[in-house]
Each structure stands twice: as C-alpha cells, then as structure tokens.
C-alpha cells in the first residue's frame, strides 16, 4: 500500500468519498488463493468482504469471487494491492494444483524449494500450500542440507555427520544431495535422514529406490531436477517419497482476475 499510494492518492484530492462496493471476477480458471491475506489488508482498511469461492477452492472464468463494500475512496485505493495479491497467490496456487493433480494417485508429496522472491518466501510458500504442495524448508535455519557445492568442502562426509548430529537441533533433520547412483548410496551409508536424487532419470532413480527400501527403509528419497508438467508422473511412478520443484513459483503464470464497481 505504502509503494502504491506514496504521498497521497491523487483521485481522493478531487473527489468525494461515497458508499460503495465492487465484486471481482474470474476472467480465466484457477485456484483461489491470498484470502489470508486479503482479509488482513481488509480489516485494516475497514472493507467488509464476502468470499463466494473458499480459500484452495477451484473458480471458472465468469465466476464471482468476492464482493466487496466500504468507501469509494478505501475500495478505489486498495484495487490493485488485493488484485495484486490474489493474482500472485491464486497464480502458484493453480499451477501447483496441477503438480499434484498428476502425482495424487502415486502418494508421492510435491515439494517447493527457496527458489522464491525477496521478502515473499512465506508468501509464495504459503500460495504452494494452498495449491496442495508441502513446504520444503524455510530456509538455512530449518534443515541442514548438503549440496554439492556443501559437499566440495567437507573432506571427510563420516566425520561430518557424526560433528553435525551433536551441534544442529536434535529435531532438525539432515538433507544430502547425490547426483549419481553411489552419492545416493554414500548419503545412506552415512545416515542422512532425507537424500535428494538431484537430475536423475526415472531409470536411474528406480534402482536408489530399490536400494534404499532393501537397506535403508526409513531414510527418504527425494527427486529434484528441472522436472516439468510433462515428466513429473513418469518421476512418481519410481516410489520416491517426494518430489521438489522451484517451477511452482516461478513458472507460474498470471491468471486473470478483475475488480468491478456495481
């Protein structure tokens, strides 16, 4: 609000501020998302809000979404930041949805990653939410993984993990990325809770799979890697627990949303 409006809106200046309202549309299909944050932004604004879609519910183009009512001014101010924030959300929430459309008959969990805007990771984490992803880690302070340019670093990977389990939290988890068959089988041997098949094919991924559910059946098996709408079934279909994709952020998008006054 404070970027958009700056020192003052112009059209308040020359106008008189009357009662009020305006409903918003559908212009294209989608997933509702950002009534979290709508309905924050409303009660500040003292904008009265009915929701005719709920929060992660599916809308069609020609649907009504919301009406809205307070004072000309307030409404006329606030337009574009609630369509802003609907349309950011709802966007990541209805690609999302279509991740896990393809891989629900798998019981494989889609994951997002940090690959998300400065200052919007809870946003653009929570809008994955919505669409039925699960939240990959937050951030540094969450999990500890181990990438390869992590791996570069560290000589020896077994006295690592034994430093490691006594200095991190003894809830947080330890992450550790392999590229290849015998990286994923070395992360195992090692004990690492999760192991992330980092650019593998469904082939190359099957036989982790087999190895980790014959040795280590407890241990979780994620697949990443510049995987798309179009192979994103083929990856499930190996029995990975969960698959993580940054493509659900930034690959979504803009739907079409518009704000009308009766």
């Known amino acids: 609000m404070a970027e958009d409006v700056g020192r003052g809106d112009l059209y308040a200046r020359v106008s008189e501020a009357v009662e009020a309202s305006a409903k918003i549309y559908a212009k294209s299909d989608g997933v509702l998302a950002g009534v979290l944050y709508v309905d924050a932004l409303a009660k500040m604004e003292s904008i009265y809000v009915k929701w005719f879609v709920k929060e992660g519910e599916r809308f069609a183009k020609g649907d009504v979404?919301?009406?809205?009512?307070?004072?000309?001014?307030?409404?006329?101010?606030?337009?574009?930041?609630?369509?802003?924030?609907?349309?950011?959300?709802?966007?990541?929430?209805?690609?999302?949805?279509?991740?896990?459309?393809?891989?629900?008959?798998?019981?494989?969990?889609?994951?997002?990653t940090r690959k998300t805007r400065p200052m919007l990771r809870n946003f653009e984490k929570y809008a994955t939410r919505i669409g039925g992803a699960v939240n990959h880690r937050m951030g540094l302070d969450d999990c500890l993984m181990l990438k390869d340019t992590h791996l570069r670093t560290?000589?020896?990977?077994?006295?690592?993990?034994?430093?490691?389990?006594?200095?991190?939290?003894?809830?947080a988890k330890i992450e550790i990325e392999a590229?290849?068959?015998?990286?994923?089988?070395?992360?195992m041997d090692v004990r690492a809770d999760i192991v992330m098949c980092d650019n593998m094919t469904p082939v190359q991924l099957r036989e982790v799979v087999v190895y980790k559910n014959t040795n280590?059946?407890?241990?979780?098996?994620?697949?990443?890697?510049?995987?798309?709408?179009?192979?994103?079934?083929?990856?499930?279909?190996?029995?990975?627990?969960?698959?993580?994709?940054?493509?659900?952020?930034?690959?979504a998008n803009w739907i079409d949303l518009s704000m009308k006054m009766d």
């Open 216 to 251: 280590y059946p407890y241990i979780k098996l994620e697949a990443s890697g510049n995987i798309s709408l179009e192979t994103i079934e083929s990856y499930a279909a190996t029995g990975v627990d969960a698959i993580s994709t940054g493509s659900l952020i930034h690959q």
């Open 154 to 171: 560290i000589k020896d990977l077994d006295v690592f993990m034994a430093d490691a389990r006594k200095r991190i939290p003894y809830t």
């Open 179 to 187: 590229e290849t068959f015998e990286m994923a089988k070395k992360a």
């Open 65 to 112: 979404i919301a009406h809205f009512s307070g004072d000309s001014h307030t409404l006329l101010r606030c337009e574009r930041t609630i369509l802003n924030m609907m349309l950011h959300a709802s966007s990541i929430a209805t690609l999302t949805r279509r991740y896990v459309d393809l891989i629900e008959p798998y019981g494989t969990k889609l994951l997002d």
